[in-house]
């Protein structure tokens, strides 16, 4: 077979007013008009959103899991971020 | 999907640290999720594509019997729901391949696999849709034993196989409902010449049906890793009993009467036992010696070769309209 793949694209959708774009799987298409209709033949036939994006998978760029530690393991030190570390007066009530 | 590359290059490095694999393990047996970009054993990868890609050409090639009857039912509710059924199969393809993809592999590659007969898809679609009432039993018992064997799988150790298994288990409901329905108007509103249609369609789908679970446990290769990784939580012949206890009252609210003299209830387990089942038969029909084998490859084949001119246009198409836009874009900047 010689001919070209079509690209691939990440499908988001937003299922309820006030929530925010989820990430649902993914679809080809051949440019972004197409990549529209097919996320919603997959993956909204039974009314699962009010509104979808559509992003190439190439435009993605993720952190490595190797780097895990490394991207979000100092935030677990710094428990000063954090409303529990400051103690208010009981006599104060809920803050 | 997602970040392809990152897998390919962690795979090589880390091939032979057997560190990895026991952090791997561990994860697994913590009941993390596995996502595509993290490490995992090459055997593992390996498994999975094999497994979705399987499951997706299911999908993909069910369409086909029930397709059979679409023009044909007998009713515009009956063609609505059949049609809508035969939609979702598709849409249940597009998720696996997508779950796939995220494995490093293509879709197109998969697709080519399966024509060149490398990949198998499940042996039941290798039956006939002989009559109205083979598509009441295929919602009833195929997709019946479909969900059986995909709610575990929503739990699968892989993240994007188990969150693309949650959307299709959702569908699958009604699959089997509106099967079940079928069967309901046939065998107890219907007469006695649709009554014996069903009869016979079940003697004809249920031991293929029993088949679809898999080898028994003391013939299964696959078994024992893939409940160790957790891809696999129960063994077949589990998830084959279950289906049994599950379908046997079904099958007596009918009036009907499985094909099986030697099925009966033990009360002591509280199980349906079964006859023997003849796994020379489901041996011939995964190895391409089933009724229809060589016309549902036929009928890939042409939908694939046909289709090629189309994904190629397609593409030319928006090749140009990109390009028109960008020349445009360029003389209006200027
Ligand atoms: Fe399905
Ligand atoms: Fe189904």
Redesign the interface.
């Known amino acids: 077979?010689t001919?070209?793949?079509?690209p691939?694209w990440?499908v988001f959708i937003r299922s309820r007013t006030g929530l925010a774009h989820r990430h649902?799987?993914?679809?080809?298409a051949?440019?972004a008009e197409?990549a529209l209709q097919n996320a919603r033949?997959?993956y909204t036939?039974?009314g699962e959103g009010l509104s979808l994006w559509v992003v190439p998978?190439s435009a993605?760029?993720?952190s490595?899991?190797?780097d895990k530690d490394l991207m979000f393991e100092p935030t677990a030190s710094k428990i000063y971020r954090h409303p529990t570390f400051y103690d208010v007066p009981d006599e104060v009530g809920h803050m | 999907?997602?970040?392809q590359a990152?897998n390919i290059k962690?795979m090589a490095a880390a091939a032979e640290d057997s560190a990895f694999d026991a952090r791997f393990q561990s994860r697994v047996d913590a009941e993390e999720k596995i996502?595509p970009?993290?490490?995992m054993p090459d055997a593992y990868r390996r498994t999975l594509v094999r497994q979705i890609a399987q499951h997706a050409h299911s999908e993909i090639v069910g369409m086909l019997p029930e397709g059979n009857w679409i023009t044909r039912a007998p009713s515009l509710k009956r063609k609505a729901a059949l049609l809508?059924k035969v939609?979702?199969e598709g849409?249940h393809g597009?998720?696996l391949y997508?779950?796939a993809?995220t494995l490093g592999v293509?879709?197109?590659d998969l697709v080519?696999q399966l024509l060149d007969g490398k990949q198998k898809y499940s042996s039941i679609f290798n039956y006939p849709t002989l009559s109205w009432a083979d598509i009441g039993i295929i919602g009833w018992l195929v997709d019946g034993a479909a969900i059986m064997n995909q709610i575990p799988l929503c739990r699968c150790s892989y993240g994007?196989y188990a969150?693309?298994m949650i959307?299709i288990c959702k569908?699958e409901s009604f699959h089997q409902r509106q099967g079940y329905e079928i069967m309901v108007t046939l065998c107890r509103d219907g007469t006695p010449e649709q009554k014996a249609m069903a009869q016979d369609a079940l003697n004809r789908w249920w031991w293929p049906v029993l088949m679809m679970f898999g080898p028994s446990d003391k013939d299964s290769q696959h078994t024992d890793k893939s409940m160790r990784w957790k891809i696999k939580r129960f063994t077949n012949d589990d998830l084959r009993q279950k289906f049994i206890d599950a379908t046997v009252p079904q099958g007596q609210y009918l009036g009907l009467t499985f094909p099986d003299p030697a099925m009966k209830h033990n009360d002591r387990t509280g199980h349906w036992e079964h006859g023997e089942i003849d796994w020379s038969e489901f041996k011939r029909v995964v190895a391409g010696d089933g009724p229809c084998n060589r016309q549902r490859m036929k009928q890939r084949r042409d939908a694939n070769e046909n289709g090629?001119w189309v994904?190629?246009a397609?593409?030319a198409?928006?090749q140009k309209?990109?390009a028109r836009a960008e020349a445009a874009a360029r003389i209006a900047a200027e």
């Open positions: 077979m001919e070209k793949n079509w691939l990440e649902v799987g993914s679809v080809h051949v440019d197409m033949d997959v036939r039974r998978s993605i760029v993720a490595d899991p190797a | 999907m997602y970040t990152l962690d996502e970009n993290d490490w809508a939609q979702d849409g597009a998720y997508a779950a993809e293509s879709r197109e080519e994007p969150r693309a959307r569908e090629a994904r190629e397609a593409l198409f928006a309209r990109r």
